[in-house]
């Protein structure tokens, strides 16, 4: 058997903009996704909106007893930004009452709350003012930021900043997959830089605020494997890492953005606006650990006739398509497991080995209703994908990683932004026609053996 250490945390994640529902009820304002939605309806996958997701907003305390069920001991999920403060100035008070009974319930059944800041749901009111491109956005956030651990702080010990702050950069202003659906190189690393000075910002309200807990950040990480060992795929390898792992993760925990990038953004003219401060500030305020959130290898090979200056990442790396890949249809992403193992030990050998977890990991399934079995989705896909990511995983930690946690994406079937509901990733089905039922699939039931023998 796969022994994990003791005091593992099993759990899965999720977010408010995916679950909670109410999106325009109870004191919240409008986020991006909101207002996308109301004007751009059609983008959505069968016009499925923000307004019910999952509907936790009511069902919290049901799936929290469910959480029991299959033995988790954590969930991970974040707190709306425009529910918690509609207007970023005044306090609402339905929100933090929510949250308290929300993250209380977690506490009184043995779950331990882990709770994110930003997961992609920036207020109206903030984009109307330029969103992160606007440097006033890092104030903004960081007020956010203490008002939470004010409000919340008693009751959450383990924070995270940011939920892959790379794709709401990459989404909205670099592929158009997110609004506002910019596509501009230079205004995505702006983005970038404001989304690190306000990661930098909440960790010092954080430390400020004299709270006990532990503050972090959550990270996908898609480590680059090159075509070759020729120097022009390994060059494509390095500007990948660096732009997609170590522009968030080297600030985060070693305080300090990588002069190989500072570089490769000015031979580009991609710098960013800077003051002076920001490089202490991000110095002063590191994390104490980080979660990493694992789907897939980025496969890289050199670009044939690149534009100089870059005009977008794929003029510094290419895609290349590996013919021994093991694919998702319904995503269209490689599934790599041993990419988990070579992450556990990128953190030991190049981060200090500090404190990390896997935040997210999970398996998207399109027309699940296809392996109903006698009432229960047969999803032994879903159960195969974790056991070998697992294998990878303990493997590493057998190597020395600092690893304390696994967590699945997701507990309940969510909403996937413009998805929508396509795509299903849940230990529990939802039923979106019939008041949204909640009902266990094989998954959440292997889950249940896997965290009552701490492996398997």
């Given at each position: ?7 593992f945390?099993?759990g ?9 529902g ?13 207002k996308?939605?109301e ?21 919290y305390?049901?799936d929290i ?8 001991n ?11 403060l509609p207007?970023?100035?005044h306090?609402?008070q ?11 319930d977690?506490?009184?059944e ?6 994110n ?26 007020y956010?930021?203490q ?19 790379m794709?709401h ?12 659906a910019?596509?501009?190189?230079k205004?995505?690393?702006q983005?970038?830089?404001h989304?690190?000075?306000?990661h930098?910002?909440?960790?010092k ?8 807990g ?6 996908n990480?898609?480590?680059?494997y090159?075509k070759?060992?020729q ?11 660096l732009?997609?792992v170590?522009s968030f ?9 990588p ?12 710098s ?19 979660g990493i ?8 090979q050199?670009?044939?006739?690149p534009?100089?200056?870059a005009k977008?990442?794929e003029?510094?790396f290419?895609n290349y398509d ?29 981060y200090g ?5 896997v935040?997210?990991?999970g ?5 699940e209703?296809r ?9 032994q896909?879903?159960i ?16 020395g990683s ?8 997701t507990?309940?079937d ?5 998805n ?5 990733y849940g230990?529990?089905?939802?039923d ?6 909640r ?9 249940k053996e ?6 398997f």
């Open positions: 058997m796969i022994k994990f250490p003791d005091n945390l099993w899965a994640a999720a977010s408010a903009p995916q679950t909670e109410h999106s325009l009820l109870n004191g919240k304002s409008e986020t991006t996704w909101d996308w939605f004007e751009k309806p059609e983008l959505f996958n069968q016009g499925q909106g923000p307004q019910n997701t999952s509907n936790v907003y009511e069902m305390h049901e007893l469910n959480m029991v069920n299959i033995g988790m954590s969930y991970r999920t974040s707190i709306s930004w425009a529910r918690l207007d970023g100035t306090l609402n339905e929100a933090v009452e929510f949250y308290r009974s929300y993250f209380q977690m506490l009184n043995g779950i331990e709350p882990i709770i800041l930003f997961h992609f749901d920036m207020p109206w009111w903030l984009m109307e003012k330029g969103g992160w491109e606007n440097r006033q956005s890092v104030d903004a956030f960081a956010y930021a008002i939470a651990f004010e409000q919340f702080g008693d009751l959450v010990h383990k924070w995270t900043t940011f939920n892959e702050p794709v950069i990459e989404s909205g202003y670099l592929y158009g997959y997110h609004y506002p910019i596509v501009d190189f205004k995505a690393v983005v970038g830089y989304t690190l000075l306000a930098v910002s909440a960790v309200a954080f430390r400020d605020s004299y709270n006990d532990k503050i972090g950040i959550i990270l990480v898609s480590p680059a090159s070759s060992n120097a022009g795929d390994l060059q494509a390898k390095t500007y990948s890492d732009l997609s170590k993760l080297d600030p985060a925990v070693k305080g300090t953005i002069e190989k990038l500072i570089k490769l953004l000015t031979d580009n003219e991609l960013p606006k800077v003051e002076s401060g920001d490089r202490q500030l991000i110095n002063d305020n590191r994390v104490d650990f980080v959130n694992y789907y897939q290898p980025r496969r890289v050199a670009p044939i006739n534009n100089k200056p977008m990442p003029d510094l290419a590996w013919p021994d890949k093991k694919i998702n249809p319904y995503r269209g992403w490689e599934i790599y497991p041993e990419a988990l193992y070579d992450i556990a030990l990128m953190m030991r050998d190049e080995n500090i404190p990390w977890y935040s997210e990991n398996m998207g399934v399109a027309d209703e392996f109903m079995d006698d009432g229960m989705i047969d999803d896909y879903r195969d994908f974790i056991k070998e990511h697992l294998e990878q995983l303990h493997k590493g930690i057998a190597a600092n690893c304390f946690g696994y967590h699945m994406w507990f309940v969510c909403w996937s932004w413009l929508g509901y396509r795509n299903r230990f529990y089905r939802v979106l026609n019939d008041h949204f039922q009902s266990v699939k094989k998954s959440g039931l292997w889950f896997l965290t009552r023998n701490n492996g």
